[in-house]
């Protein structure tokens, strides 16, 4: 099936946090979030506040999950259509453009350049695969780019008095190292396409090599 390969790259941080993933068309703008929730620490999933939403400007277009913004704003916000991204999807726009701007949670205001890198035709999952990465990605609430840069310079210090609690904190927001076999078997549970089992080597739906995924 026709899939997208993209890489995800924060902005403002270094050294650079970012994650390649291999995921089929036909997303929509929230199964686009949803997935870089999955490779990143982010917990919106789990948090009802109202600035840990997603927006991406394109085309004209303000796309947002912000429920506040669509009762507030209606139909448009700075000159830009509102959308809503339950139904629409990313496909024009990252092909026409080459590269989306996803910003998470108004608070911290995290920005993740969206590169589209390759399209292919032979990637048979329904659901997307990290094939690369490096950085362990921020934790929720951490205070954005200059919070985090303070956050590691006492999460790495065990001679900061406060270093007990921000290590007690960033456990409780379920601040992890970057793990790729982690993360993919989350992506398991976001298929939104049908999975081309006839086109995978594997035996009782056990995968022994894919071109993407790798042997297993």
């Known amino acids: 099936m026709k899939a997208y390969i993209v890489k995800l790259t924060f902005e403002e941080i270094d050294p650079p946090i970012w994650r390649r993933v291999i ?11 949803e997935m870089i929730q999955k490779v990143t620490n982010f917990q919106s999933k ?7 939403y997603f927006n991406v400007e394109v085309d004209g277009l303000f796309i947002t999950n912000n429920p ?5 704003y209606q139909k448009g916000f700075n000159g830009l259509t509102l959308k809503q991204p339950s139904h629409l999807k990313i496909d024009k726009y990252l092909e026409s453009n080459g590269q989306l701007l996803y910003r998470y949670d108004s608070g911290d205001d995290w920005r993740i350049i969206v590169d589209l890198e390759e399209i292919v035709e032979d990637y048979y999952f329904g659901f997307p695969t990290v094939l690369a990465g490096e950085g362990t990605a921020p934790p929720e609430d951490v205070g954005g780019p200059p919070g985090y840069a303070h956050f590691l310079t006492v999460y790495h210090d ?13 456990e409780a927001q379920e601040y992890k190292p970057f793990n790729m076999d982690d993360i993919n078997k989350r992506l398991k549970n976001s298929q939104y396409q049908k999975t081309e089992w006839d086109r995978i080597d594997h035996e009782n739906y ?11």
């Open 23 to 33: 995921m089929p068309a036909g997303a929509t703008f929230n199964r686009l979030h």
């Open 46 to 52: 789990w948090i009802d506040e109202p600035y840990h």
């Open 68 to 72: 506040l913004m669509h009762e507030e």
């Open 158 to 170: 065990p001679a900061h008095p406060d270093y007990s609690s921000i290590r007690a904190w960033a």
């Open 206 to 216: 056990y995968v022994k090599s894919d071109k993407y995924r790798g042997p297993k």
